[in-house]
Protein backbone atom coordinates (compact mmCIF):
# COMPACT_ATOMS: atom_id res chain seq x y z
CA UNK A 1 0.00 0.00 0.00
CA UNK A 2 1.33 3.68 -0.89
CA UNK A 3 2.27 5.55 2.30
CA UNK A 4 -0.43 8.73 2.43
CA UNK A 5 0.87 11.88 2.13
CA UNK A 6 0.34 13.00 5.62
CA UNK A 7 2.75 9.82 6.02
CA UNK A 8 5.61 10.48 3.57
CA UNK A 9 5.57 14.37 5.05
CA UNK A 10 6.33 12.63 8.29
CA UNK A 11 9.37 10.85 6.73
CA UNK A 12 12.79 11.05 8.72
CA UNK A 13 16.22 10.66 7.18
CA UNK A 14 18.69 9.68 9.77
CA UNK A 15 21.94 10.78 10.25
CA UNK A 16 24.54 9.54 12.26
CA UNK A 17 27.37 11.23 13.92
CA UNK A 18 30.72 10.63 14.69
CA UNK A 19 33.87 11.54 17.93
CA UNK A 20 33.67 15.22 17.45
CA UNK A 21 30.77 16.05 15.87
CA UNK A 22 29.02 13.53 18.78
CA UNK A 23 30.09 15.38 20.97
CA UNK A 24 28.93 19.08 19.21
CA UNK A 25 25.50 18.20 18.49
CA UNK A 26 25.10 15.79 21.85
CA UNK A 27 24.00 12.38 19.74
CA UNK A 28 25.31 9.78 17.59
CA UNK A 29 22.77 10.41 15.04
CA UNK A 30 20.02 12.81 13.93
CA UNK A 31 16.65 12.17 12.43
CA UNK A 32 15.53 15.14 10.37
CA UNK A 33 12.17 15.67 8.21
CA UNK A 34 12.60 14.34 4.84
CA UNK A 35 10.89 16.86 3.03
CA UNK A 36 12.73 19.24 0.82
CA UNK A 37 16.10 16.98 1.51
CA UNK A 38 17.22 16.03 -1.76
CA UNK A 39 20.71 15.46 -1.79
CA UNK A 40 23.50 15.28 0.49
CA UNK A 41 24.51 19.73 0.03
CA UNK A 42 20.62 19.50 1.31
CA UNK A 43 21.61 16.88 4.30
CA UNK A 44 24.29 19.65 5.21
CA UNK A 45 22.60 22.39 5.21
CA UNK A 46 19.79 21.16 7.53
CA UNK A 47 22.76 20.12 10.22
CA UNK A 48 24.22 23.69 9.91
CA UNK A 49 21.14 24.80 11.33
CA UNK A 50 20.70 22.94 14.54
CA UNK A 51 22.24 23.74 17.63
CA UNK A 52 25.87 21.99 17.99
CA UNK A 53 25.87 22.64 13.65
CA UNK A 54 28.53 25.66 13.29
CA UNK A 55 30.98 23.19 12.34
CA UNK A 56 29.44 21.45 9.39
CA UNK A 57 30.50 23.34 6.21
CA UNK A 58 30.13 22.61 2.62
CA UNK A 59 33.25 20.47 2.51
CA UNK A 60 32.05 18.30 5.54
CA UNK A 61 32.91 14.81 4.74
CA UNK A 62 29.71 12.85 4.37
CA UNK A 63 29.52 9.09 3.72
CA UNK A 64 26.23 7.67 1.99
CA UNK A 65 25.93 3.68 2.15
CA UNK A 66 29.27 3.68 3.36
CA UNK A 67 30.96 5.15 0.96
CA UNK A 68 32.06 9.32 0.40
CA UNK A 69 29.70 10.76 -1.25
CA UNK A 70 29.90 14.25 -3.51
CA UNK A 71 27.61 17.17 -2.12
CA UNK A 72 25.21 16.61 -5.41
CA UNK A 73 24.72 12.92 -5.08
CA UNK A 74 20.57 12.15 -4.63
CA UNK A 75 19.49 10.76 -1.46
CA UNK A 76 16.58 9.43 0.41
CA UNK A 77 15.15 7.69 3.55
CA UNK A 78 16.75 4.25 3.01
CA UNK A 79 20.66 5.35 2.65
CA UNK A 80 22.58 5.00 5.48
CA UNK A 81 24.00 8.61 5.75
CA UNK A 82 26.70 9.91 8.09
CA UNK A 83 28.84 12.83 8.29
CA UNK A 84 32.67 12.35 9.24
CA UNK A 85 34.67 14.67 11.34
CA UNK A 86 38.82 15.27 9.43
CA UNK A 87 40.16 11.51 9.72
CA UNK A 88 42.69 11.05 11.79
CA UNK A 89 43.47 7.12 11.44
CA UNK A 90 46.88 5.57 11.56
CA UNK B 1 39.60 -10.85 7.69
CA UNK B 2 38.64 -8.19 10.07
CA UNK B 3 40.72 -4.77 9.85
CA UNK B 4 39.64 -3.20 13.25
CA UNK B 5 40.84 -4.73 16.35
CA UNK B 6 39.98 -4.06 20.03
CA UNK B 7 42.84 -6.14 20.78
CA UNK B 8 46.58 -5.76 20.77
CA UNK B 9 47.86 -5.93 17.36
CA UNK B 10 50.31 -8.74 16.87
CA UNK B 11 52.51 -8.34 13.50
CA UNK B 12 53.97 -12.05 13.52
CA UNK B 13 50.21 -12.67 12.15
CA UNK B 14 50.40 -10.03 9.87
CA UNK B 15 53.33 -11.62 7.96
CA UNK B 16 51.98 -15.17 8.38
CA UNK B 17 49.18 -13.89 6.99
CA UNK B 18 51.27 -12.76 3.54
CA UNK B 19 54.21 -14.76 3.28
CA UNK B 20 54.70 -18.03 1.22
CA UNK B 21 57.61 -19.71 -0.72
CA UNK B 22 57.60 -17.39 -3.73
CA UNK B 23 57.48 -14.51 -1.61
CA UNK B 24 60.65 -13.67 -0.95
CA UNK B 25 60.26 -9.62 0.17
CA UNK B 26 58.69 -8.91 3.21
CA UNK B 27 57.48 -5.20 4.48
CA UNK B 28 55.85 -4.08 7.62
CA UNK B 29 54.96 -0.67 8.63
CA UNK B 30 53.78 -0.29 12.39
CA UNK B 31 52.31 2.72 13.40
CA UNK B 32 52.89 3.20 17.46
CA UNK B 33 51.45 5.56 19.93
CA UNK B 34 54.26 8.65 20.29
CA UNK B 35 54.21 10.41 23.45
CA UNK B 36 54.07 14.36 21.57
CA UNK B 37 51.74 16.09 19.35
CA UNK B 38 52.71 19.77 17.64
CA UNK B 39 55.02 20.41 20.45
CA UNK B 40 52.46 19.07 23.44
CA UNK B 41 52.88 16.04 25.35
CA UNK B 42 50.60 13.20 25.01
CA UNK B 43 49.65 10.38 27.78
CA UNK B 44 47.18 7.90 26.07
CA UNK B 45 45.11 7.77 23.18
CA UNK B 46 41.68 6.67 22.34
CA UNK B 47 40.65 5.41 18.97
CA UNK B 48 36.89 5.28 17.08
CA UNK B 49 35.44 4.42 13.78
CA UNK B 50 32.81 4.15 11.83
CA UNK B 51 33.43 0.39 11.41
CA UNK B 52 31.04 -0.41 8.45
CA UNK B 53 32.57 1.86 6.34
CA UNK B 54 36.08 1.14 7.74
CA UNK B 55 36.24 -2.66 7.38
CA UNK B 56 35.06 -1.69 3.77
CA UNK B 57 37.52 1.05 2.73
CA UNK B 58 40.19 -0.97 4.50
CA UNK B 59 39.52 -4.48 2.08
CA UNK B 60 39.18 -1.63 -0.75
CA UNK B 61 42.81 -0.40 -0.36
CA UNK B 62 44.06 -4.22 0.27
CA UNK B 63 42.26 -5.28 -2.98
CA UNK B 64 43.73 -1.97 -5.02
CA UNK B 65 47.09 -2.30 -3.61
CA UNK B 66 46.91 -6.30 -4.80
CA UNK B 67 46.18 -5.60 -8.47
CA UNK B 68 48.36 -2.31 -8.79
CA UNK B 69 51.13 -4.68 -7.62
CA UNK B 70 52.28 -8.57 -7.59
CA UNK B 71 52.16 -8.69 -3.16
CA UNK B 72 49.84 -9.97 -0.69
CA UNK B 73 48.52 -7.31 2.08
CA UNK B 74 47.27 -7.73 5.35
CA UNK B 75 46.46 -4.53 7.77
CA UNK B 76 44.64 -4.32 10.69
CA UNK B 77 44.13 -0.95 12.80
CA UNK B 78 43.52 -0.79 16.63
CA UNK B 79 40.47 0.81 18.16
CA UNK B 80 40.22 1.12 22.08
CA UNK B 81 42.20 2.94 24.36
CA UNK B 82 46.07 2.64 23.75
CA UNK B 83 49.07 4.02 25.65
CA UNK B 84 52.17 5.08 24.29
CA UNK B 85 54.00 2.89 22.59
CA UNK B 86 51.37 0.49 21.60
CA UNK B 87 50.68 -0.29 17.84
CA UNK B 88 48.11 1.58 16.38
CA UNK B 89 47.87 0.18 12.76
CA UNK B 90 50.17 -2.66 11.43
CA UNK B 91 50.76 -3.48 7.85
CA UNK B 92 52.11 -6.27 6.12
CA UNK B 93 53.12 -7.22 2.84
CA UNK B 94 54.70 -9.38 0.83
CA UNK B 95 56.14 -9.90 -2.84
CA UNK B 96 58.55 -11.39 -4.71
CA UNK B 97 60.62 -8.48 -4.34
CA UNK B 98 61.44 -5.89 -2.74
CA UNK B 99 60.79 -2.78 -4.89
CA UNK B 100 56.65 -3.94 -4.94
CA UNK B 101 56.51 -4.44 -1.68
CA UNK B 102 57.88 -1.47 -0.61
CA UNK B 103 55.35 0.72 -3.06
CA UNK B 104 52.20 -1.64 -2.12
CA UNK B 105 53.22 -0.54 1.79
CA UNK B 106 53.74 2.91 1.40
CA UNK B 107 50.17 3.03 -0.32
CA UNK B 108 48.17 1.24 1.83
CA UNK B 109 49.48 3.32 4.75
CA UNK B 110 48.60 6.76 2.95
CA UNK B 111 45.20 5.34 1.83
CA UNK B 112 44.32 4.46 5.26
CA UNK B 113 45.04 7.80 6.30
CA UNK B 114 43.55 9.38 3.65
CA UNK B 115 40.25 7.70 3.07
CA UNK B 116 39.73 4.94 5.79
CA UNK B 117 36.77 7.00 8.96
CA UNK B 118 38.92 6.68 12.39
CA UNK B 119 39.20 9.44 14.68
CA UNK B 120 41.63 9.92 17.33
CA UNK B 121 41.23 11.28 20.58
CA UNK B 122 44.24 12.38 22.51
CA UNK B 123 44.70 12.76 26.46
CA UNK B 124 47.48 15.53 26.68
CA UNK B 125 50.28 15.61 29.64
CA UNK B 126 48.39 18.55 30.70
CA UNK B 127 45.02 16.32 31.51
CA UNK B 128 42.93 17.38 29.10
CA UNK B 129 41.13 16.00 26.12
CA UNK B 130 41.72 16.79 22.55
CA UNK B 131 40.03 15.30 18.85
CA UNK B 132 42.91 14.81 16.69
CA UNK B 133 42.26 16.80 12.87
CA UNK B 134 41.38 20.53 12.83
CA UNK B 135 38.62 21.53 10.89
CA UNK B 136 39.97 23.13 7.55
CA UNK B 137 36.68 24.87 5.54
CA UNK B 138 36.98 24.43 2.01
CA UNK B 139 39.11 21.49 2.19
CA UNK B 140 38.39 17.60 0.77
CA UNK B 141 40.82 15.64 1.42
CA UNK B 142 39.00 13.03 -0.51
CA UNK B 143 35.28 12.27 -2.21
CA UNK B 144 35.68 9.03 -4.04
CA UNK B 145 32.93 7.07 -5.03
CA UNK B 146 29.07 7.59 -5.55
CA UNK B 147 29.64 10.81 -7.66
CA UNK B 148 25.98 11.44 -9.01
Known amino acids: MAPTPAASLTRTIRVQLF???AELFGSEFVELPSEGIHTVADVLERLRAL??????GTATLVAVNLRQAKPALPVNVTDEIAILPPL??? | MA????????????????????RGAVVTFLGTVRDHHEGRGVSALGYSAYEPMAESVCAEIVAEAERKWPV????????GDLAIGDSA???AVAGDHRDEAFAACRYAIEELKRRVPIWKRERLADGSVEWVGAEAPGSRPQAAGNTP
Do not use: W
Open chain 2, 89 to 91: VAI
Open chain 1, 19 to 21: ARY
Open chain 1, 88 to 90: AGG
Open chain 2, 3 to 22: FLSQAALELDELIAAVSGPG
Open chain 2, 72 to 79: KVALKHRL
Open chain 1, 51 to 56: PGGEVI
